[in-house]
């Protein structure tokens, strides 16, 4: 905990501070990724503080400005944990960042300066990925015999080996559509951290950018599309691989498992990059939370209960989308939901017995191992979701 006296003096790291939106400006390190939203009154905290002034006269003057007496430990202990504050009457050592503030993953290229890679956003660059969207669509539309089917995907006669090898396309593939996020938000002078997360019950990797939003809302679309952009070159190549007649299962299956791979990032009720596409169009703040929060508050209502979340700080053009907005993730996530308990999960069970039976063939047939492989992979999947969830609800009490 962190005690101030009135001649106490806080020094932060260089911190960003953002535009105002929606009431409220980001507040964060750069060079750490690291950024939280603070209304007014907080920022004015910061900045009293950056111009040097000691805490007793920065309460001075938040009070004669807001009206009321700041609670100062309260608020520099919560930046400290943070990450934000280097020192305390000359003091660097405060309390260490809490686990909402550690490093969410690994971050990648930021040793790059951001220079170099800013070739990525030219004119000839733009001109070449808006013709890679535009090529896709068309040519699927000139030759539907194009469009990916499961059967593209079976290279193998046996299953488990099978599954191993679409297993490692999928998931060589995920590591360079993030490395596409990464590369793109240095390009725009930012940092980026690859992790594990989940949507739903789905395993997913993904890139931490919370710093894009330094960034004018016009400049963030290209790391929020970059991904995309290189799954649909990838898929345009192996498109055009199949119409001049490459004799080889791997444009096939390279393409089935890059097409679901783009239809997932438009399921905007998960936080996919369309979904963050979507909130910086409509220049609205953390909409899945909140309207997690309203569903939250809406059920209590119907069971008679007392809301648990204050949603009065919501902007009231936010709160109407919210309410449009509910319905769809609502929608979406029942959908997802349902469609792995009556179709995913009788098909994970009924391969289990499959395995399961193999497994009581004994070490010495193919059988034993084909089950050991997929028991093994099975297990590996959900136990990282679960891990992944484990750390996400960490992370958010952490913040609380």
Not at 298 to 304: C, D, F, K, T, Y
Not at 306 to 332: K, N, Q
Request: net charge positive; with cysteine.
């Amino acid at each position: 905990m962190i005690t101030l006296t009135e001649a106490s003096l806080v020094e932060f790291y260089p911190l960003h501070i953002g535009e105002p939106e929606n009431g409220q400006l980001v507040v964060g390190r750069a060079d750490t990724g690291e950024f939280i939203a603070l209304p007014a009154e907080g920022v004015a905290l910061v900045r009293w503080f950056q111009d040097g002034l000691p805490a007793g006269e920065v309460k001075r003057r938040f009070a004669a400005q807001f009206g009321q007496a700041p609670e100062l430990d309260e608020f520099v202990a919560g930046l400290a944990d943070c990450g934000f504050v280097r020192r305390v009457d000359g003091w660097s050592h405060v309390p260490p960042p809490s686990v909402a503030a550690r490093p969410r993953g690994w971050q990648l290229f930021g040793g790059i300066p951001a220079d170099r890679l800013a070739w990525l956003f030219s004119f000839p660059m733009r001109l070449l990925y808006w013709s890679v969207w535009v090529a896709v669509p068309v040519l699927l539309l000139i030759r539907p015999g194009l469009i990916p089917l499961a059967a593209d995907a079976w290279v193998h006669p046996r299953v488990m080996v099978n599954a191993l090898i679409l297993m490692v396309a999928t998931w060589a593939l995920i590591f360079l559509h993030e490395m596409a996020h990464l590369l793109a938000v240095r390009a725009r002078g930012c940092s980026g951290y690859l992790a594990v997360s989940h949507r739903l019950h789905y395993l997913v990797a993904q890139v931490e950018m919370s710093s894009v939003r330094t960034l004018p809302r016009s400049l963030r679309y290209g790391p929020y599309l970059a991904g995309m952009t290189w799954d649909m070159a990838v898929l345009l190549v192996c498109l055009l691989l199949q119409v001049f007649g490459v004799e080889t299962a791997v444009p096939g299956l390279v393409a089935y498992v890059v097409a679901p791979s783009l239809v997932f990032q438009f399921g905007f009720f998960m936080r996919t990059d369309i979904y963050y596409l979507f909130v910086n169009w409509l220049d609205l703040g953390n909409l899945m939370a909140d309207t997690q929060r309203w569903l939250v508050n809406l059920l209590m209502r119907l069971l008679g209960r007392r809301p648990p979340h204050d949603l009065s700080a919501v902007p009231v053009r936010e709160l109407r989308i919210v309410r449009w907005y509910a319905g769809f993730y609502l929608l979406g996530v029942l959908i997802v939901v349902g469609q792995f308990i009556m179709l995913g999960l009788p098909l994970a069970v009924r391969f289990a017995a499959q395995a399961g039976a193999s497994l009581a063939r004994g070490p010495a047939t193919v059988e034993f191992w084909d089950g050991l492989l997929f028991f093994a992979l099975a297990g590996a999947n959900f136990g990282a979701v679960a891990w992944a969830s484990w750390r996400e609800r960490r992370r958010r009490q952490a913040v609380a």
